[in-house]
T-cell receptor, first 113, second 114 residues
Framework: KAGVTQTPRYLIKTRGQQVTLSCSPISGHRSVSWYQQTPGQGLQFLFEYFSETQRNKGNFPGRFSGRQFSNSRSEMNVSTLELGDSALYLC????????????FGSGTRLTVV | AQTVTQSQPEMSVQEAETVTLSCTYDTSESDYYLFWYKQPPSRQMILVIRQEAYKQQNATENRFSVNFQKAAKSFSLKISDSQLGDAAMYFCAYRRRPDDKIIFGKGTRLHILP
């Protein structure tokens, strides 16, 4: 059974640019969540999608957005990149009941220069 | 708001010994889930163990067990017979039922000394 796949693994962008990260969940998982991980702030919740609808949202500015497609694959987009957006972005999927926790991908390391 | 606190940023343990990682959380809910995740250098977060708040019995998964004290809002992880492969960042996490995001602690970096 394939795990959660995130692409790309590494990304270097310039300040002011925008970026799109992709996440393919485990087959049958309909919930996809995104987290930003930095050394200073730890893991911070960005948003969660379920059946193409945003179900939860964290406290991030509007520059951070996401969407989910009918096949449960999800993308997150960050516009007008800032140096502080440099982080590991983790995607996680879960079963509909979510009580068994998340299965995480290996993340996308974004560096903004 | 729910919070999760891991008071030990870093710990070390000798190989084959036992180590306990601490976690406390703050919530007014009575029904929730608690998790321990492991993040090795490969970056992928791996679910180690989960505990349902309404269950009195402490969860166990092979060498990993928890000490769940609901009244004290404490959820510690015990690793027995520590192995080199256990070296990682460990995160305690909380999830409220029925629909909420998982909140993570800041993590504890565990070193295994050969």
């Amino acid at each position: 059974k394939a795990g959660v796949t995130q692409t790309p693994r590494y990304l270097i962008k310039t300040r002011g640019q925008q970026v799109t990260l992709s996440c393919s969940p485990i087959s049958g998982h309909r919930s996809v969540s995104w987290y930003q991980q930095t050394p200073g702030q730890g893991l911070q919740f960005l948003f969660e999608y379920f059946s193409e609808t945003q179900r939860n949202k964290g406290n991030f500015p509007g520059r951070f957005s996401g969407r989910q497609f009918s096949n449960s694959r999800s993308e997150m987009n960050v516009s007008t990149l800032e140096l502080g957006d440099s982080a590991l972005y983790l995607c996680a999927s879960s079963r509909s009941d979510r009580n068994y926790g998340y299965t995480f991908g290996s993340g996308t390391r974004l560096t903004v220069v | 708001a729910q919070t999760v606190t891991q008071s030990q940023p870093e710990m070390s343990v000798q190989e084959a010994e036992t180590v306990t990682l601490s976690c406390t959380y703050d919530t007014s809910e009575s029904d929730y889930y608690l998790f321990w995740y492991k993040q090795p250098p490969s970056r992928q977060m791996i679910l180690v163990i989960r505990q349902e708040a309404y269950k009195q019995q402490n969860a166990t998964e092979n060498r990993f067990s928890v000490n769940f004290q609901k009244a004290a809002k404490s959820f510690s992880l015990k690793i027995s017979d520590s192995q080199l492969g256990d070296a990682a960042m460990y995160f305690c996490a909380y999830r409220r039922r029925p629909d909420d995001k998982i909140i993570f602690g800041k993590g504890t970096r565990l070193h295994i000394l050969p």
